[in-house]
């Protein structure tokens, strides 16, 4: 399967911890990236590979894995991490790449 | 600094053609796959194509598959997309980004493009 699933939306209070997930059987292979876009901008990635974080993000920003499912972790949310979240990885085929369908973040 | 330009994007007919490129500099650009990625208005990002740092590999999407080429000079530090048969729902910010590693992600994102197809 060449598919990424994600949920439409999530909320988080502020400053409280939120975990985005990401399901497709390529997930089974390959680890997920994620990428963090606001409205006008290009995507940010934020969390590559087994764990790892770009320079400049958030310590606050975590990545993992569990059979079919990846996850992006945000531990004390801020008002700027109010976002469109994409998870990312190779299909099956290892030859192409697929995105999730997005989560919308809303920090309250 | 790594920076990603994009330029050629704007207003064609459907069944018309259009030349993206996007010049790359900070970076040995000669040392990274690079990928186009597209995003329709307020829809999702739908990956389009990928080039093989010596243009040995190239991969499209199934959607544009046939209708679009991509290809790269290393020598001008640019990579390109030739973008033809362009249909309405190929309407879109199409952005280049580069390639960490194989499996890594795309670490570099330009601003975009817009392409609109219309008549």
């Known amino acids: 399967s060449s598919e990424l699933t994600q949920d439409p939306a999530v909320s988080v209070a502020l400053g409280q911890t939120v975990s985005i997930t990401c399901q497709g059987d390529s997930l089974r292979i390959y680890y997920a990236s994620w990428y963090q876009q606001k409205p006008g901008q290009a995507p940010v990635l934020v969390t590559y590979?087994?764990?790892s974080r770009p320079s400049g993000i958030p310590k606050r920003f975590s990545g993992s894995k569990s059979g079919n499912t990846a996850s992006l972790t945000i531990s004390g949310a801020q008002a700027e991490d109010e976002a469109d979240y994409y998870c990312?990885?190779?299909?099956?085929?290892?030859?192409?790449?697929?995105f999730g369908g997005g989560t919308k973040l809303t920090v309250l | 600094e790594v920076q990603l330009v994009e330029s050629g994007g704007g207003l064609v007919k459907p069944g018309g053609s259009l030349r993206l490129s996007c010049a790359a500099s900070?970076?040995?650009?000669?040392?990274?796959?690079m990928n186009w990625v597209r995003q329709a208005p307020g829809k999702g990002l739908e990956w389009v194509s990928s080039i093989s740092s010596r243009s040995s590999y190239k991969y499209y999407a199934d959607s544009v598959k046939g209708r679009f080429t991509i290809s790269r000079d290393n020598a001008k530090n640019s990579l390109y997309l030739q973008l033809n048969s362009l249909r309405a729902d190929d309407t879109a910010i199409y952005y280049c980004a580069r390639e960490y590693t194989s499996s890594s992600g795309f670490d570099y994102w330009g601003q975009g493009t817009l392409v609109t197809v219309s008549s």
């Open positions: 900070g970076f040995t650009f000669q040392n990274y796959n």
């Open positions: 990312h990885s190779r299909d099956s085929s290892g030859d192409h790449w697929v």
């Open positions: 590979g087994e764990n």
